[in-house]
């Protein structure tokens, strides 16, 4: 068939051709994150330059191996820098300054002649650590440790009860899809753009179950669109969930389901926690059941921040929760569960990656995780700690791989009774230091010149005066100075802790200490919100096939619905309810049990 004949003169795509020459851009597209790293690479570079009376433009235009050394190497000196892989990110850094600034790649010479610099003379000159950076991974034993804490043992009050149940689903989300944070919430990369999962990316099917007797099965698929590197390109990845009866924790249609009936999102109005679970296949003529969303909801974020009501706390109808946020909550669970490190959620992307390595091929890996290639896996992502009994192999005995596994967990240090909180006298030692009373004494200072030229405070905040601007950069300085030197002395007393809890529990065990009378390591916790006592004895228990269906039905229904009514509750603030046996053991450690 012969091509239509053009409408358009050739005067036309002249100057459309002026207008795409002018927007053509050579550079791929990045993350904001990545172009501030640049910028603020850029700006180095310059402030390096400048200094040593060079143009930046000209050298980085010329890029003489030379210039590029003697700037990593007043890098290296001006920084404090200990690590060699710091050095190493920095020269990956000012080649995408190139790149943004020649459109060129660097060429191959200057590359392997900076990484020879970098690897051997720099290393002589400088005492530059080379051991590589700790990365853990966190398995199915250590996130079930955090879900237990979280339902049964956490007293910790959150804003609206409802996050709880979104950080359990977020954690198994993270898990079951190995994807990173920002796929689900919005990545602090792209703070405001109220991007994650929505309810269009999540599909939930009811399928016939292959045993009919035991009722159908319902599905979770998600899919994941904001991709690392593909959000530009509209890639996108489906995962498959389902329900689980051996360990209703581990479920993640539970909590799905529970967020999208306080949502009111089904578009079949008489969906509830009691019969979602009751609906079956017509095997004649279908072979699945489609749960459909309403169309006012599809693009309303699952994961969600809270806001200010009327009426106190509650959730917003339509703005995602931010990563920074939902990885604070998870620090602050690890901390409370007794883990040593506060690590960020990533641990569950290494953990996921780990487990999935051990049962796929590279590509289907790759594809799981999201790399383009095979080397980025095994140099950031596998485990330190040799997963395979070498010592039984060489013997040629039983492979103790559950004890093998055990040495790699995080949890393997786990104590719930590590100091979460600092006590006052150690809060009080922090109001005494030097740079906390110097800028105490500015506040005050510019507090009574303000009170003594405006009358108040308040008014001199109205009258926009240098000196209230002043005051407020320093009362910001002094709360964050004091913010730092809390987190870094809780720290401190939490690595003192550990540091001498083993020995104190063998003394104790070898001193026969039986008049020190600790508690039982067995703790009840009674929480205010009755959902949380029936979630604490539903959660953990798995119910035999032989049970029947009716009776995991029933405890589907029961845990949704506790979950649903969670949603929609506040727990009054109280006070923190902490065992003081970690105090009593830390107290012998240090007195050497002479004292007792």
Known sequence: MPRKRSSKSADFYRQRQDIVNAALVVSTKCAPSMQNSIKKEKASWSEYCEMMGYDPDTELSEFRPQTIKGYLDWFVNEGSIKKLSTVRTKWKYLRLVYKDFKRELVDMSTSLEIKGYIETVLTSLHPLSLESTNRPVMDVSDMYALLHYLWALDTHVYPHERYRIQLHLAILLMAYTSSRPGAIVESSCYAGSNEGLTYRDFKLTLFPNPRPDEGDLITLEVTLRHLKGKRSIGEKKIYVMHERDDNP????????????????????????????????????????????????HLDIPVLRRTEATASGVGISPTMILPYSTLNDQFQQLEMLAGFRKALTMYTIRRGAGNAVN???????????????????????????????????????????????????????????????????????????????????????????????????????????????????????????????????????????????????????????????????????????????????????????????TDKRRRLRSDVARSFQTLCSSCEVQFSNRRSTHGVLVLRIARAKLSVY
């Open 358 to 548: 051990g049962i796929a091929n590279s590509a289907e890996r790759n594809q799981a995780m999201g790399h383009s290639r095979s080397e980025i896996f095994e140099r950031h992502y596998i485990s330190q700690t040799v997963k395979i009994d070498v010592q039984s192999a060489f013997l040629g005995s039983a492979p103790r791989e559950e004890l093998i596994q055990a040495v790699g967990r995080l949890s393997r240090d786990r104590d719930v009774w590590a100091p979460t909180k600092l006590t006052t006298t150690q809060k009080d030692s922090i109001s005494n230091d030097p740079a906390v009373i110097y800028l105490k004494e500015q506040r005050d200072d510019l507090s009574v010149e303000l009170r003594k030229t405006f009358g108040t405070i308040t008014n001199g905040k109205r009258a926009r005066s240098l000196i209230y601007d002043r005051y407020w950069q320093v009362t910001k300085s002094l709360a964050k100075e004091i913010g730092h030197l809390r987190y870094a002395k809780l720290q401190e007393v939490r690595d003192s802790f550990f540091d001498c809890i083993n020995t104190a529990e063998i003394d104790i065990q070898l001193h026969d200490k039986k008049d020190v009378s600790l508690p039982s390591k067995g703790r009840d916790v009674v929480h205010e919100l009755q959902d949380r006592n029936i979630l604490t004895k539903l959660l953990f228990q798995s119910i035999p096939i032989e049970d029947g």
């Open 249 to 296: 924790v581990f479920c993640p249609v539970l909590p799905f389901i529970s967020l999208a009936l306080a949502d009111n999102a089904f578009k079949a109005q008489e969906v509830n926690a009691d019969n979602v679970f009751n609906l079956g296949v017509p095997r004649d003529r279908r072979n699945s059941i489609q749960f459909e969303w309403k169309p006012s």
